[in-house]
Structures are given as C-alpha cells and as structure tokens.
C-alpha cells in the first residue's frame, strides 16, 4: 500500500489548506483512513479519522475547524483545515487502517504568526 499526500504548505493565520491523499497498491478492506501531525519537538498525534461507516474523530484542538471526508472511489481521504493558528505547524502524516497500519511521507503544513 502506498499513501501519497498533497496540500501542505505556508499559509497566514487565519487562512485556509486542504490536504489530499491518495491510496493505492493492494488495499483490499479499508476500514479507517485518517491524519496525524507531528510539531518539532512532540510526539505524533492524532488530527481526524474517518471510518468506512462514516464515523469520525477529530483532536479537540481541530474541532470546529477542520473536517475530513473520503472519496471511496478515489480511496482518497481529505482534511479541510480552516482558521489555521501557529499552533498547528506540524508536518501532516496520511494514515490508513485495514489490519495493517501505513503511513504517508507527511506533508509540511507553516502556519505564520
């Protein structure tokens, strides 16, 4: 399986990114697809999950102002991050579940200040 991401970059407070990634190679039953970030310094956290029923789970700090959807066709997940802070400078990694965990290469998300 191979995750590859898309739609980081630098962006004002305030603003706006849409991150992508897309899933392909020998997936078979994807259950959760999902983001997590990494600041320098801090561990690995969980952003937003979503599972093949449509269940989602977002860190309490992105509540409100990120979302995340899926196309399954695609198996592609998405992560709508509106109202960006400095706080959430991280480098994004994609994160796909289907009794094996992968991972993305992570995509740099610069929110200044």
């Known amino acids: 399986v191979q995750l590859q991401a898309s739609g980081g970059g630098l962006v004002q407070t305030g603003g706006s990114l849409r991150l992508s990634c897309a899933a392909s190679g020998s997936i078979y039953r994807i259950n959760i697809m999902g983001w997590y970030r990494q600041a320098p310094g801090k561990q690995r956290e969980l952003v937003a999950t979503?599972?093949?029923?449509?269940?989602?789970n977002y860190a309490d700090s992105v509540k409100d102002r990120f979302t995340i959807s899926r196309d399954n066709a695609k198996n592609t997940v998405y992560l709508q991050m509106n109202s960006l802070e400095p706080e959430d400078t991280a480098v994004y990694y994609c994160?796909?579940?289907?009794?094996?965990?992968?991972w993305g290469q992570g995509t740099q998300v610069t929110v200044s200040s």
């Open positions: 994160y796909l579940f289907n009794g094996r965990v992968y």
């Open positions: 979503l599972n093949t029923g449509g269940s989602t």
